[in-house]
């Protein structure tokens, strides 16, 4: 069965910092596109970056030269580096994956708070 399971989130000042792991089993991510989402309050869910197979990288205007999104293949997981957080980051994260065959797959996702 695909499990995907989020982890690093918590509470942090404006301008800090966190990272983000979405580490996956039963599927190889190595051979997938791996998205992280967020969902704020009383907002619909958005992509905030995005990695495909081959190394590639997109994201969210709003995260460009914050966010940095990687991925370790030995270790089937996927991270997200956050910095220069803003109180309007705070939202539930979560890691997804899938093509037009198989999934889509989500994490349980993981809370990031970012308040003075």
């Known amino acids: 069965q695909v499990q995907l399971v989020e982890s690093g989130g918590g509470l942090v000042q404006p301008g800090g910092s966190l990272r983000l792991s979405c580490a996956a089993s039963g599927i190889p991510f190595s051979l997938f596109t791996v998205g992280w989402y967020r969902r704020a309050p009383g907002k619909q869910r958005e992509l905030v970056a995005e990695?495909?197979?081959?190394?590639?990288?997109n994201y969210a205007d709003y995260v460009k030269g914050r966010f940095t999104i990687s991925r370790d293949n030995a270790k089937n997981t996927v991270y997200l580096q956050m910095n220069t957080l803003k109180p309007e980051d705070t939202a539930v994260y979560l890691c997804?994956?899938?093509?037009?065959?198989?999934?889509?797959?989500w994490g349980q996702g993981t809370q990031v708070t970012v308040s003075s």
């Open positions: 997804n994956t899938g093509n037009r065959v198989y999934g889509p797959y």
């Open positions: 990695i495909t197979n081959s190394g590639n990288a």
